[in-house]
C-alpha cells in the first residue's frame, strides 16, 4: 500500500522508548544504538580510568618518576603552554600532519578512482605502490634526511610517503565497491567516462572515502611522532621526546594526552560530519 | 527478414569464459526482428540467458558473433538511446525522488534547463510519485524505487526501454499497480519495449509478442503474437477470458518442458 506523506514522517520520529528497555538493548545482540547511553558510558569509563590512575598515583605505590598523579600531569601541561610555548609546538604539529593529509587526498583521490577504472593504470601503478606500502616509515627516515635535509620537507615527505600508498589502495576499493547498477544506470542515461567518475562514482563511494580519510588521518600522527622524535626541533614529538630526556616523566605524560586529545577531536568531528552530509543512507 | 526492423537482432550468440580457461555458450546463434513501438517479452526458464540478451540489447555486452542494429544504427555500447531498468533498484541514493529523475536529463544537451525540469516533473507525476518529489530513496518503497527508475529512464527519452524482471521483487499488489500503469505509460509514450519477466501471467497482460526461449545456451522456441488475439487496451480482467488462458498455457506448457528436460540431464 502507499504511504502517505505524513504517515511516513510519523514513522520517522517513533516514540521514545523507555530508558530501562535502552539499557537492556545496550546488551542485546545487534540492537539498535543508544546514543545518550552510549556517550555516558564512554564517558564514565574515560572517568574510572582518571580515578583509577589517580588512585594508584597519589597512593605512592608506584614512583611519580614512573607514573606521575593526573595533578602532576596538569601542571606539567600547563608549564608547557605558559613556559615552553607549546601552542607554537602544537600549531606546527597539527600543521605537519594536514599539509602530508592533504598532499596524500589530493593525489590519492584521482588516482584511486582512475585505478579502480582502468586496468592500465592499476597494472602500472599496484606493483610499486605494494612495494612502498611494506616499507617500515622509519626506514625512510635516513634517506629522506640526505635527500630533503632536516627541514620542513623531509618531515612533511615522510608523512606524505606513509599515508599515500595506503590511502590509495583504500580509495581505490571503495571506488570498486560502488555497485555495478549503478555505472551502468550512468552509462545508459549518456554519461562519458569522466562524466561517470565525477558525477555516480564519486558521489556513491564518499561516504566511505571519508571514512577511509579519516582512519589515515590517524595514521599521519603515528608516523608524525616518528618524524618529529628523530629530525626535529619543534613539535609535539619533539617537546616528548626532549621530555624524557630530561626525565620530565609529567612533560611525557603531557604530550601524549595532548596527541590523544587531538586524535579523538579530529576523529569525532569528522564521524558528526559524516553524519550529517550522509543523513540519507539512514 | 525486414529491412524496416527497429531492432534487429542478427544471429546474435554469446558465450562467457570460464574460471578453469574454457568457454561456456550462453546464447546460441538467435535472430529477432522488433517493430517501433512494439512490446516484446522475453519468457524462459532461469538461467537460460534473457538478461544476455538484453544486455546485448543494451550495449552492456558484446556479441560473441552476429551483431544488433538499432533504428539503423550498429549497438557499440551503452547509449542514451537504450534505456535500462534493472531488478534491483538502482536510484541513487544521494539524490532526492525528483533529483534521480532529473539525472536521466542531466547528459541532454538538446533541450534547455527550464525545459528539463518541466519533463522531469512530467514524469514525476506520470508514475505518480508527485507527493514525494524531495523524499530520498531510503525512505520510499520498493514499489515507488522501481517507479522512480522508470521514471528517470523515460525522461531520458531513450528509444527502446529494456526492461529485467522490474517488478520482480515487489508483492504481488504492487506489481498489479505497476503492471496497470506501466499499459498505461506504455500506450502514451509509444516507446519500444523489451521487458524480461519469470512470471507468464504479466508476460501475456503486458505483451504485444512473446519470445520463448529454451534453456541455456538460449534458443527460440516460439514468437507468439498475443496481440492478434488479445484487445490491445487490457486490463487485468482479462486474466479470466479464455484466449489469455489459452497463451498462457502455451507459454507453461514450452517452459516447462524445458525445465523438465533440465532436470533430467543432471
Ligand atoms: N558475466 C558472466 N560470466 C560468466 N557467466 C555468465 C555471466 N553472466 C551470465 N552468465 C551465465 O549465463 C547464463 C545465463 O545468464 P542470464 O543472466 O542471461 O540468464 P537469465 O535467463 O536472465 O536467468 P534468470 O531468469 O535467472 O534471470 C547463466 O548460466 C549465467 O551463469
Ligand atoms: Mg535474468
Redesign the pocket.
Known amino acids: 500500500m502507499e504511504v502517505t506523506p505524513r504517515k511516513a514522517e510519523a514513522e520517522q520520529s517513533p516514540a521514545r522508548p523507555d530508558r530501562k528497555s535502552a539499557w537492556r538493548d545496550l546488551f542485546t545482540f545487534r540492537a539498535a544504538a543508544q546514543p545518550r547511553q552510549e556517550l555516558w558510558l564512554g564517558v564514565g569509563a574515560f572517568l574510572l580510568v582518571l580515578v583509577v590512575w589517580s588512585i594508584v598515583a597519589e597512593s605512592g605505590l608506584v614512583q611519580p618518576q614512573i607514573l606521575p598523579s593526573p595533578r602532576a600531569v596538569v601542571a606539567a601541561w600547563l608549564r608547557l603552554f605558559t613556559e615552553a610555548g607549546y601552542l607554537g609546538d602544537i600549531a606546527i604539529s597539527v600543521a605537519r600532519v594536514w599539509a602530508a593529509f592533504l598532499a596524500s587526498a589530493v593525489i590519492a583521490i584521482p588516482l584511486g578512482i582512475l585505478m579502480s577504472g582502468y586496468r592500465f593504470v592499476t597494472a602500472v601503478t599496484e606493483p610499486i605502490i605494494d612495494f612502498v606500502r611494506y616499507l617500515p616509515v622509519p626506514a625512510l627516515v635516513p634517506l629522506t634526511l640526505i635527500w630533503l635535509g632536516i627541514g620542513e620537507g623531509s618531515k612533511v615527505t615522510l608523512l606524505w610517503i606513509g599515508t599515500f600508498f595506503q590511502l590509495i589502495l583504500l580509495i581505490a576499493d571503495d571506488a570498486r565497491r560502488v555497485p555495478k547498477e549503478f555505472i551502468e544506470t550512468g552509462r545508459t542515461l549518456g554519461a562519458s567516462d569522466g562524466a561517470l567518475m565525477k558525477d555516480v562514482l564519486l558521489r556513491a563511494m564518499l561516504p566511505n572515502m571519508v571514512d577511509s580519510l579519516r582512519i589515515t588521518l590517524g595514521w599521519c600522527w603515528t608516523y608524525l611522532i616518528v618524524a618529529e622524535i628523530v629530525a626535529s626541533s619543534s613539535g609535539i614529538g619533539y617537546e616528548l621526546w626532549t621530555a624524557r630526556r630530561y626525565g620530565k616523566t609529567p612533560e611525557v605524560f603531557a604530550g601524549i594526552l595532548t596527541i590523544g586529545i587531538i586524535g579523538l577531536f579530529c576523529d569525532q568531528a569528522i564521524r558528526m560530519l559524516h553524519r550529517r552530509w550522509f543523513r540519507y543512507l539512514q | 527478414m525486414s529491412t524496416s526492423a527497429f531492432i534487429r537482432i542478427n544471429q546474435v550468440a554469446k558465450a562467457?569464459a570460464t574460471p578453469d580457461g574454457g568457454t561456456?555458450p550462453?546464447v546460441d546463434p538467435l535472430s529477432i526482428d522488433i517493430k517501433e513501438g512494439e512490446f516484446v517479452v522475453f519468457v524462459?526458464p532461469?538461467?537460460?540467458?534473457?538478461?544476455?540478451v538484453m544486455r546485448m540489447v543494451g550495449g552492456l555486452e558484446t556479441p560473441s558473433a552476429g551483431d544488433i542494429h538499432l533504428d539503423g544504427k550498429r549497438v557499440e555500447g551503452p547509449s542514451r538511446d537504450k534505456g535500462m531498468v534493472f531488478q534491483s533498484y538502482s536510484s541513487f541514493p544521494w539524490l532526492t525522488v525528483l533529483g534521480n529523475i532529473r539525472f536521466g536529463l542531466r547528459y541532454r544537451n538538446d533541450i534547455s534547463s527550464a525545459e528539463k525540469e518541466r519533463i522531469a516533473r512530467h514524469y514525476l507525476a506520470l508514475v505518480g510519485l508527485g507527493q514525494f518529489a524531495d523524499y530520498t530513496i531510503n525512505r520510499i518503497s520498493g514499489g515507488m524505487r522501481q517507479r522512480v527508475a522508470i521514471a528517470r529512464t523515460l525522461a531520458a527519452n531513450p528509444l527502446v526501454l529494456l526492461m529485467d524482471?522490474p517488478f520482480g521483487a515487489l508483492d504481488a499488489l504492487s506489481r498489479e499497480r505497476l503492471q496497470i500503469q506501466l499499459m498505461e505509460l506504455r500506450r502514451a509514450e509509444r516507446k519500444t519495449v523489451i521487458f524480461?519477466t519469470?512470471d507468464v501471467d504479466e508476460a501475456v497482460l503486458l505483451a504485444d509478442r512473446i519470445v520463448v526461449f529454451s534453456a541455456?545456451p538460449a534458443r527460440i522456441l516460439a514468437d507468439i503474437p498475443v496481440s492478434a488475439t488479445l484487445p490491445e487496451k487490457r486490463s487485468l480482467d482479462i486474466l479470466d477470458i479464455p484466449e489469455f488462458r489459452q497463451i498462457r498455457r502455451e507459454v507453461l506448457a514450452l517452459i516447462r518442458a524445458q525445465e523438465t528436460g533440465l532436470e533430467a540431464a543432471e
Open positions: 562467457f561456456i550462453v524462459g532461469s538461467g537460460c540467458g534473457k538478461t544476455t524482471e524480461v519469470h541455456r
